[in-house]
């Protein structure tokens, strides 16, 4: 053996030997690559492949899947933000399906199937809204991560109380939403679009205007005017549509608080109709306006006074023409007597009121308007309990509301008749109220009346049968205290009946000490 390790050691080194440097070194490197590339396989092959078993998951979701994966003895790893949980390659799929199955994340979140789950035969009005709305909220929140860009989301809806008034129109509803958006990504104008679309079409009565939407850094998603079609017509159809609803709901509502508060708030319908004029007018004007219109003056801002006067005697005739400065033929001047002059002269500058109006209407007026209000007597069905009185206080009113709603340059062109008929006030029995049921309720009062009934049934059952069972069972004792009570067999044969029977009883005392206290206790009964 070691003649042939040596012979291998011999041959090795001649073969080195026998190489030039060149090749040497290139056998080395060889060498080295071909134990780097094993190293690097075996590496690999004994390295564990960790892939996501669930993304953007919240911080309760990671939690509580890491503490069952720890439970099983599972490794894992969770991503540096906490969202996403990676296990080993070949366990990933059994995971989720194991996971799955026992309801794991459990985020507490509220959706459809709560319904299923959570919903008896006791669950309330109140808190059937309660996990609607929060079904909804969950939803709207899973179809708003699946939007680009948009890691999670929160939404808060509040929903308006429906009203009791079959022809009323409900409130409306309103909403707020943060988005927590990836890193370095901004929404377009048209998915800030789509974002306020899918929430207004998944909540009833929800408009656009009513929706809030707002990032993680607390900027607000703004949806911008859409482009109008054609002339833009239809679109300002609409937002005078929507200004004169505003107006009339406006009205409407006021007047149903002060009339309810004088009549009740069941017992009285208003209505109102408004003709509005959108014509929007800008003007500018320069005026001029004395400072005291009284006198019609203007604000002296200087005053000059000038007084000439002249005393002399008279001046002598003079020579025409003679002189050497004089001119030819140039009628020298009259001599005259004394004199004196004096000249007064006031010089006053007024400055007037100088204005520069740019004026811009209001982009709407009410023109004209329309109130019918219904109301209910007290006694529905007697017309005479509502005295008249009444519904002139109730005419004089809406009166008034006509002539502070209309334009003051309109109204004053009125007379009380054309005021009056203006307003309609009508009284009758209301038979198209909606039954409200009591917020506390949700359980109607039938159900109550059928538990009732049903557990005293039950309990009269439970009654009969306890007391058929004591029978039953006191009818056993019996039988089984006859069969137990037996006197034991003596072993020798007594002299007489009495002396038998004594022993006999002394024996059962003995062996039986119960039973014979329960023998003693029946013949004192009989007895």
Partial sequence: MNEKVLDYKKKTTEFWQSRTKKQQGLLVAAAALLLIVILAFSWMGSRTNY?????????????????????RGIANEISADGTVIRVPEERADDLRVDLAAEGIPDSGRIDYSTFGDNMGFGTTDSEFELLERAAIQSSIEDLMRNVDGVQSSQVMITMPEESVWVGESDEEATASVLVNLEQGFSLENEQIRALHHLVSRSVPNLPLEN??????????????????????????????????????????????QMLGMLIGPDKVVATVNTDIDFTQENRM????EPVDEENMEGLAISVENITDTYEGEAVDEEVAGTGDDDIPNFPAAAGGGA?????????????????????SESPYMVRDIGIQVMVEPPEPEDPNSLPPETLNDIEEILGQV???????????????????????????????????EEAGGGIPSWVYVAGAAGAAVIVLVLILARRQRSEDTAEAVTLREQEEFQLPPIDE???????????QLEQLAKDKPEEFSKLIRTWLSED
């Fill in 51 to 71: 892939v996501p078993l669930y993304t953007n998951l919240t911080e309760h979701e990671t939690g509580e899947i890491k503490a069952e994966l720890d439970g």
């Fill in 211 to 256: 929706i809030v939407i707002m990032d993680q850094m607390s900027r607000h998603l703004t949806l911008e005017d859409e482009p109008r079609s054609g002339d833009g017509s239809m679109s300002a159809y609409e937002e005078h549509r929507a200004i004169q609803q505003e107006i009339e709901a406006d009205i409407q509502n006021e007047l149903q």
């Fill in 285 to 288: 004007e320069d005026l001029v």
């Fill in 339 to 359: 004199g004196d002059s004096e000249r007064i002269e006031e010089r006053i500058n007024y400055d007037v009121n100088r204005i520069h109006r740019e004026i």
């Fill in 402 to 436: 006509v002539r502070t709603s209309v334009s003051a340059d309109i109204t004053a062109e009125w007379e009380d008749d054309e005021i009056a008929d203006r307003v309609y006030v009508s009284s009758q029995e209301f038979f198209g109220r909606t039954e409200v």
């Fill in 493 to 503: 044969e007594p002299n007489t009946e009495e002396a038998a029977r004594r022993k």
